[in-house]
């Protein structure tokens, strides 16, 4: 389909965290990341965003229901555990030693990720829109306009 391809907004060096922006838990995650990313390697997008919905669509995937967070890097994507693990790695100690639990085999790993994303709404709650960054993280967003 798009193999080798670059998706939309991204360039070959960028790692992209695409996150559900109405999901409580989701956004929880993006603050823990602003926080703790302090060689700000990481943006975030929404897969609300017209950003978001083309690079879903680039990889081949739904724009209008999105169970799981999506990392991008380059014209890579991984899902679920995956994508977990590939963002905890790269934000360096004390995080990357959760990457131990990678021993568990994947289909059991993402099998557990499912029952949180799954019933992430029941289990975190939603808003009602999708949250904006305040100004001091806004650059920490992917922007098409930027």
């Known amino acids: 389909m798009n193999a080798g391809k670059l998706p939309p907004y991204i360039g070959a ?3 992209v965290i695409l ?3 109405v999901c409580k838990l989701c956004n929880a ?3 823990f990341i602003i926080k703790h990313d302090r060689q700000r390697i990481f943006k975030l997008c929404s897969v609300q965003s017209e950003e978001g ?3 879903l669509l680039h990889f081949g995937l739904p724009s209008n229901s999105y169970e799981t967070m999506l990392y991008v890097e380059g014209n890579q994507s991984f899902q679920k555990s995956d994508a977990f693990f590939q963002v905890m790695a790269k934000l360096g100690y004390p995080w990357k030693t959760v990457c131990i639990f990678r021993v568990i085999p994947k289909p059991i790993r993402d099998w557990m990720y499912d029952r949180i994303a799954l019933n992430r709404y029941s289990l975190f709650g939603e808003y009602d829109y999708c949250t904006l960054p305040s100004p001091d993280h806004e650059a920490r967003f992917l922007d098409a306009k930027q």
Do not use: E
Request: hydrophobic share 25%.
């Open 13 to 15: 060096s960028d790692k």
């Open 29 to 31: 995650w993006s603050n």
């Open 53 to 55: 919905k083309k690079i």
């Open 19 to 21: 996150f559900d922006g």
